[in-house]
Each structure stands twice: as structure tokens, then as C-alpha cells.
């Protein structure tokens, strides 16, 4: 029983022992620092000791390190054996130097890393006695920090072998990151680079916008994507940039991560497919503008604002084309946007070799001016800063104009932008060379259709001069036949005149009646054979024989042979002739047949009835009458003139009708009244007089016939 309680009791306290041992492996394993202690005399180290927790650093116990003096200095790693002599004679020298952190080679054969800080220990006299070190175990530091070194280095070959650039900013816009690509591009080292902002970097604008561009991003804390352009060697680059933020434990922004690709070729190249398009709808829209039907100008005009809208040439709201004048070496103004009143005056005419668009026209060659200088000839007061591109317009290698376009000023010449002006010269030329040739079709046309109805004209004049000789001759054989019967006519009034003279004498008296009825007999007759008399007059084929005449004399005897006429329209006669009308020189014939004509005209205007009013006086040009007028062409200021008016109530003549009415067998009559010969005849008549006729609508209704006639000087009746 003994014994076996001596058995459990051995067996618990290897038990307990155990675990004591265990408990003090598991301490040993949790320390990480120890101390030693070196003792220095006459500046040399004399003796180590090692605090006991160096076993579990290094894996030696303190009696190891006694009954090895150098054990230390073979535990440090070959490489890192310098800097800890250095150290040691630093500290033998009086110096403290700082911590220094290097391998040993731990018992186990692993590489473990220390940190060993030294506190020398000086005597009164400052004479080095001892000092101690604190030896710590950094490896687990030491092995964090160079897989976070590892990440880094790794991190940054990736950023630094991406094309893109990528950066990393502070909340307040300074630069923490940069790959190799933004220093490469930027001309900025990494070190330079880091603690700066965007305004330390770059213009002004271009970092304002940057700036903008993050606190966008840290103001919404979501991705976003950003066009931006940045100077690249005086050039400027587009930057396809998304920009994200970067957030702490917390949730709160403390970075902005931008990774930019330059699209800057992508963007060229669309802009050449937007301009390769727009050039071809430019220029299609100007070939349709030669198929309409209007006019050079009107289509130029139509070019001028095609042009004007074409945005990627920086062209101000104004422009103008000139074409070139077909007889000289100069350029016409034919079409313009937006010019000044008093540059359209001065460039209406422009010489080929004046001003820019003048030189362009001499040389057939494209002229630029970025800005306006000395071969700016043409300016006026207050003309605003701007360049120009004067186009010439060129067809088969001639030129046909100049197409004058306004800049920005200091605007920079792009090849493209020559290369298109010189297509849209091509097509304008054509269109200006069709133009001209239609307006020349026009103007033949135009001639040949003149003349067509010129000879219309002249066909219907000999078939209306066939008609008036036809009826010409139907006078004459009318006015034969008149005559003739107004000759056997003649002879037997006569008779019956001696008749009734024979019964007057013969006849017994004292019956009134009988004398009465043949006075009225012998009357009649009397006036029959005066018409007679007349008709035969008339009638009979005379040469233009003028005499000084009496007017009113004349106007009697004619309004006498029409008085049947004038009883049977129930029409009023009112006669007005002056008493003291000077003569004037006539063909009595002629005359009469004039004043007949008017007469006759007057009363078949007064269907109805009304009145005819004939009426003489005297004057002279520049009273009531004005010299040189439409009418009365033939006089001249203050000349004598007797005037005569014969006025009807009638219905009047169309305005749109009296410019014709002088025209052979033009009538306003109905058909089969009259031949539309009378008033042509009248005309000739008074044009053979030297006089004027005028017909006109009265105001009061009716027409009113006015002849003038050169008065005889101081002949009175």
C-alpha cells in the first residue's frame, strides 16, 4: 500500500513537473526581448552576460553565452557582422549610437531578426564602465514589413509597366502615387512628384478643372468617368479618366485613385471620320444647290451658309464670294453674310492683286492670314481682330471668283482644313460655271422668245396692214362711188331749187302757207346741196395743201354735217368757240374729216343721250399747259397755240385700253361699229399738221379729245 502511494506521488510530481516545464516553454516562446550586459575597462570589452530571456530569442541559454565568449558574434549573420563591430566600437568610442536592427542565425539554423538598443553606463569621470543592450525579436515585423515592401514593389511594377497613367491624391489634392508613365509623360520624378497638387503641375485651367473633377468624386463617393485634356509637349492630350475614392475603416474618403488612358488618337480619328462626313454632306448639299432653279446669287449665298456652319473651321458669322468680271481683271461682290455697310461699298470692286482676296485671284492659290497685317488693304474704323482664309474659285484652271472666309484671330492652319476648302472650291467652281451658262441660256431664250413675238408682231401688223388696205380700198371705192353720186345728186337740186324759185315768183298772193312751206322747201334743199358740196369735197383725193384757216368756221360746217347724227342720239350740243381764235394754217379737207371723225365718236359714245361739248380758246405753252408733256411733244415752251376740246358724257375708255387707241383697227366699238381705222387716220392727220392730239377720261365722266395746232401769228378772222 506504501509503495504504491510512493508511486502515484512520483508519478504527480512528473506530472506537475511536466507541465511546469510546459508552462515555461509556453513563457520562453511569448518573451521576445532580453537584456545583456557588457563590462568595459581601459575601453575594452571585458566580459558578456545574458539575461535569461535570451534563450528565447536567440535559442542559446545564458550559460551557453558564458562558456562561449564569441558564441554572439558568431550568431549574428555573416552579412550584418560590420554594422554590429561598427556599433560596438561606436559605443567603446563613447558615442551612442541609435538602435540597429540585423539576423542572427538562431540555434535551430532559422534566420531570426533583433533590434539591439544600447544604453551605455559612465562613471563619474564620463569614462565608459559598461553598457547594456536590449535585445528584441523583430522578426515578425520585420517579415510583415517586407511582404508589405513585396506588395509594393509589386503594386508599383504593375502600375509602373501600365500604359495608362495613375495617380493617387489626397482629400486636398496632393499627389501620394504616381506610376512611371505619369512621370514619364509629366516630366516629374516620383520623389518631386509627391506632396504636390495638380496647380504645382500643371496651367492653371487644366488643373482647375482636375481639381473640380475630384471633389466631384469625394462629394458623391462613386466611381465616375471624365474626359480631360492635359498639355503633353505643348500639345494637347484627351485623357479617358475614372476616378474612384478610396475610403477608411470608417467609411470616410481619404484618397482619390485616377486611372487615365490618352484617347487622344482615338479622338483625331474621329474627328477625321466627323470631318470626312461633314465634308461630303457639305459638298453634296452644294451640288444640290446648283439643280435649283434660282439665281448666282441666290446660290452663293446658299454656299456662304453651308460654310458658315461647318463648326471645326473656327470661322466667325461672316463671309462673302466674288466672281470675276467677264471684261476685266477684277473681282464683283456677288454675295455676302454679316459684312459692314461700309466694307461692302469698299470691297464691291476688288483688282486681282488687291487686298488678300485680290492676291488670291492673281495667284489661283488658297491665301491665309492669321490675323489682319500688311496685306490687309481694305479696313474701315473700329474692324475687329480676325484672320481669313480667300479661297479661289477654280474651274478647268481658271479662276472664276474668290470665296472670302472669316477667322478667329491667330487661328493655326490644319492641312485638312486646305484640303477641304480646295474640294468646295472645285464644286463652286462648277456650280458657278453652270449658273453663268444658264443665265446665258436665259438671256438667248429670253432673245429668241423676243423675237418670236417680235415677229408674231410684225405678222399680225402686215395682216392688220393687208386688212387697212382692203379696207382702204373699200374708202376709195366708197368715196368714188360718193363722189359720183353726189355729182348726179348735185344737178337735180339744183333744178329743184330753180323749181321752187319759179313757184315763189309765179304763185298768187295772199296765201302765207304756200310761201312759208316753200321757204322751208327751198331751205332744205339748199342745205342738202352745202352736204353735197361736202361729201364731194370730201371725197375727192387731194395732196396735204395747208391754208390759213378759220377754226370755228371749220368746226361749224362739219358739226353741221353731222346734225342728223346728233338729232337722232337725242344729244345736247353746247358750243364754246372763242370769238377772237387767231387762224391757223390747214388742210380744209383733211381737217374736216378730222373734226367729223370726233364727232361721230362722241355721239356713239352717248347711246343713251347726253351732251357734246366742243369748245375753242387760245394760249400758250407753260400756262395751263406744260411743254415737253407726254402728249404734246412737238412744242415748245411759250409758243402760241389754238386748242380745240371736244368732250362727251359717255361712258369713257378703259385706262388699261388707252395707250392702244391709236392703233390701226383697234376699237373699243362693238363688232361691225366702225373699223378701228378712225382715230389712227385722225393721228396722221394731225401729225401731217404739225399739231398734238391727246384722249383722256374726264373727271366728271366721259372722254375728252383736246388737239393743239400752231396759231398763225397776227392773223384774226
Keep these: 500500500m506504501k509503495t504504491t502511494l510512493l508511486i502515484n ?29 557588457v563590462t568595459v575597462e581601459q575601453g575594452r570589452p571585458t566580459a558578456t552576460s545574458h539575461g535569461p530571456g535570451c534563450e528565447a530569442v536567440t535559442g542559446y541559454t545564458s550559460s551557453e553565452f558564458d562558456a562561449d565568449p564569441f558564441l554572439w558574434y558568431r550568431m549574428i549573420h555573416i552579412q550584418d557582422r560590420p554594422a554590429v563591430t561598427a556599433q560596438a566600437e561606436r559605443i567603446l568610442q563613447g558615442e551612442t549610437p541609435p538602435p540597429l536592427e540585423h539576423r542572427i542565425v538562431h540555434k535551430d539554423g532559422r534566420i531570426r531578426w533583433i533590434r539591439n538598443t544600447p544604453v551605455p553606463h559612465k562613471d563619474r569621470s564620463g569614462r565608459l564602465i559598461t553598457y547594456d543592450g536590449l535585445v528584441s525579436d523583430v522578426t515578425e515585423r520585420k517579415h510583415a514589413e517586407e511582404e508589405h515592401r513585396l506588395a509594393e514593389a509589386q503594386l508599383q511594377a504593375i ?4 500604359p495608362a497613367v495613375i495617380h493617387l491624391k489626397d482629400t486636398r489634392g496632393r499627389y501620394i502615387l504616381t506610376n512611371r508613365r505619369f512621370q514619364l509623360l509629366f516630366h516629374v520624378s516620383r520623389e518631386d512628384a509627391i506632396g504636390k497638387s495638380q496647380h504645382d503641375l ?32 505643348g500639345q494637347p492630350h484627351t485623357y479617358l479618366s475614372v476616378k474612384f475614392p478610396l475610403l477608411d475603416a470608417s467609411g470616410a474618403p481619404y484618397a482619390v485613385c485616377g486611372i487615365s488612358t490618352d484617347i487622344t488618337e482615338r479622338k483625331h480619328a474621329e474627328l477625321a471620320l466627323r470631318r470626312s462626313y461633314q465634308t461630303q454632306e457639305v459638298l453634296n448639299s452644294l451640288l444640290s444647290f446648283s439643280l435649283q432653279d434660282i439665281s448666282l446669287e441666290e446660290t452663293l449665298l446658299q454656299v456662304i451658309d453651308q460654310l458658315l456652319a461647318v463648326q471645326w473651321l473656327s470661322l466667325q458669322a461672316k463671309g462673302a464670294i466674288f466672281v470675276v468680271d467677264a471684261n476685266s481683271s477684277v473681282l464683283v461682290l456677288k454675295a455676302h453674310r454679316n459684312l459692314p455697310a461700309s466694307l461692302q461699298a469698299r470691297c464691291a470692286l476688288v483688282p486681282f492683286g488687291a487686298c488678300l482676296c485680290g492676291q488670291a485671284a492673281a495667284s489661283g492659290e488658297i491665301a491665309f492670314g492669321e490675323h489682319i497685317d500688311e496685306r490687309h488693304k481694305i479696313s474701315y474704323e473700329g474692324m475687329p481682330p480676325h484672320g481669313h482664309y480667300c479661297v479661289p474659285i477654280l474651274s478647268a484652271g481658271k479662276v472664276l471668283g474668290v470665296i472670302n472666309l472669316y477667322l478667329n484671330d491667330n487661328h493655326r492652319p490644319e492641312p485638312k482644313e486646305k484640303e477641304f476648302l480646295s474640294a468646295v472650291s472645285n464644286v463652286v467652281g462648277g456650280i458657278v460655271r453652270r449658273k453663268q451658262a444658264e443665265e446665258k441660256l436665259k438671256q438667248a431664250l429670253a432673245a429668241l422668245t423676243t423675237a418670236h413675238e417680235e415677229l408674231k408682231a410684225t405678222h399680225e401688223k402686215l395682216k392688220g396692214t393687208e386688212l387697212e388696205l382692203i379696207q382702204a380700198a373699200k374708202l376709195e371705192s366708197l368715196g368714188t362711188l360718193a363722189a359720183g353720186v353726189a355729182h348726179e345728186v348735185k344737178n337735180p337740186l339744183q333744178t329743184i331749187l330753180m323749181g321752187l324759185d319759179y313757184l315763189d315768183n309765179n304763185l298768187p298772193g295772199g296765201n ?23 361729201m364731194v369735197q370730201l371725197s375727192s383725193a387731194t395732196d396735204f395743201e395747208p391754208k390759213a384757216e378759220d377754226l370755228n368756221g371749220l368746226v ?53 343721250g347726253g351732251i357734246l361739248k366742243v369748245t375753242t380758246r387760245h394760249s400758250r405753252l407753260g400756262g395751263d399747259l406744260k411743254p415737253g408733256a407726254l402728249a404734246f411733244p412737238p412744242f415748245q ?45 385722225v393721228k396722221k392727220i394731225i401729225d401731217l399738221h404739225g399739231g398734238a392730239i391727246d384722249i383722256r377720261n374726264a ?6 379729245v383736246t388737239l393743239l395746232l400752231r396759231a398763225l401769228p397776227g392773223v384774226l378772222p
Excluded at 342720239?569 to 387767231?582: F, G, K
Aim: charged letters at 20%; proline letters at 6%; glycine letters at 6%.
Design 556 to 608: 361749224e360746217s362739219s358739226l353741221l354735217l353731222v346734225n342728223n347724227q346728233v338729232i337722232a342720239a337725242q344729244v345736247s350740243l353746247v358750243r364754246s368757240l372763242a370769238p377772237d381764235l387767231p387762224w391757223v394754217p390747214l388742210d380744209r379737207n383733211k381737217m374736216e374729216q378730222v373734226l367729223i371723225n370726233l364727232f361721230i365718236n362722241a355721239l356713239q359714245a352717248m347711246s343713251s
Design 512 to 534: 302765207d302757207n304756200t310761201g312759208l312751206v316753200l321757204r322751208d322747201m327751198r331751205g332744205a334743199v339748199s342745205r342738202a346741196n352745202v352736204i353735197v358740196r361736202e
Design 159 to 162: 502600375l509602373d509597366n501600365s
Design 202 to 233: 500643371f496651367p492653371l485651367e487644366t488643373a482647375s478643372t482636375l481639381r473640380n473633377h475630384d471633389q466631384q468624386v469625394l462629394a458623391t463617393l462613386t466611381p465616375m468617368e471624365f474626359e480631360e485634356t492635359l498639355p503633353l509637349d
Design 699 to 704: 373727271p366728271a365722266g366721259g372722254a375728252m
Design 9 to 37: 506521488d512520483k508519478r504527480l510530481a512528473e506530472q506537475a513537473a511536466q507541465e511546469s516545464e510546459q508552462r515555461y516553454k509556453r513563457l520562453l516562446a511569448s518573451v521576445t526581448d532580453y537584456v545583456y550586459t
Design 637 to 681: 415752251p411759250s409758243e402760241s397755240v389754238v386748242i380745240l376740246e371736244v368732250q362727251d358724257t359717255g361712258t369713257g375708255i378703259p385706262e388699261d385700253l388707252l395707250p392702244r387707241i391709236f392703233d390701226p383697227f383697234f376699237t373699243t366699238k362693238p363688232t361691225g361699229v366702225g373699223t378701228g381705222l378712225g382715230l389712227s387716220v
